[in-house]
């Protein structure tokens, strides 16, 4: 049996943890949803795995939603239809059900990654698709200058691209997919020419892996992040992002085809 937290999620972080800012920062952005579309192809069936609050959503494919947590449940719209309170490692489908199948930003919550992964596989004919964090880019960012601890717990979070390709078997490619310059899905790397903005503790709780570390790392970001801001020692190393119109970096789409 899968153990499932206190909001009903079965992964290492509750999202009524989280805030309800959640979902003013973590919108989908439409440059990354171009990515998945392409992955998923023509499938017109589709099931969303830790679907969440339904970003990246299709209105022009039968989507099915699968959610363990409740307060994220309950951020979903009224219409379509809401979403199944189940987790990955055991879904209620039958073999084939569905053209494709896709989890976007939750796998490193689930309790047993391959078991969750041989399920989709399991329920699914066509590609299924994963969009992730590739945890050997994580430490790559410019926050690891400022707050290495929240780099390290999201690394450690994060399965690899191999462990994700090998338990779906079949055909497996890994994508990087560059991040928009004002990406409006607010994890970490979407402000990578924008540091500023992560100065703001709504925008960081938004991202889960600050939720792993205390007060002292987030009061040693915010000085020492500032300082360097005021006195321009990042602009001086770092500013050439402010002007780069896309960022590769650890987030990926892993897709596999039997």
Known sequence: MTTRTQDASAGDVGHDEIGGGYSAY???????ARFVAEALGDARSVLNVGAGAGSYESS???VTAVEPSGSMRARRPARPAGAIDAVAEDLP???GEF?????LFSVHQWSDVRAGLREMRRVTRGPVVILTCD????????LHRYAPEVLEAEARRHPTVEVLASALGG???VQTVPIPLHCTDAFNEAYYGRPEMLLDPAARQACSAWSFVDDRVREHFDR??????????????FGHLRRQPTYEGSLVIVRATP
């Open 171 to 173: 055909t497996g490619v």
């Open 60 to 62: 022009t494919r039968t």
């Open 26 to 32: 973590r919108r989908p952005d439409e440059q990354i």
């Open 93 to 95: 489908f039958g073999d």
């Open 99 to 103: 053209d494709a199948a896709m989890t």
């Open 135 to 142: 945890p050997a880019l994580v430490g790559d960012f410019w």
């Open 224 to 237: 020492s992040l500032r300082s360097d801001l005021n006195s321009g020692a990042w602009d001086a190393e």
